[in-house]
């Protein structure tokens, strides 16, 4: 009976220790994202410069275009 607790405490542990690196690494590609902008299809609403959680987008003009998103830094 010890026994058998012994080897469900080290289970549990291992499925734990399992959880936070698999967690870790959904994490880390999540925020490793590269970010483009599809112009053609762009409305340009200031939409996604608005919501952008990392605030890297920015609107500009174009040389004889008209305004467009920019990703200020893509990394």
């Known amino acids: 009976m010890k026994g058998q607790m012994i080897q469900l405490y080290f289970a549990i542990g291992a499925l734990f220790v399992i959880y936070l690196v698999t967690d870790s690494l959904r994490k880390k590609e999540k925020n490793n994202r590269i970010i483009s902008i599809d112009d053609k299809k ?13 605030g890297v987008l920015k609107m500009e003009p174009e040389e004889g275009k008209d305004m467009h998103v920019i990703v200020k830094n893509p990394n």
């Open 42 to 54: 762009c409305a340009r609403c200031n939409s996604c410069i608005t919501h952008c959680p990392n």
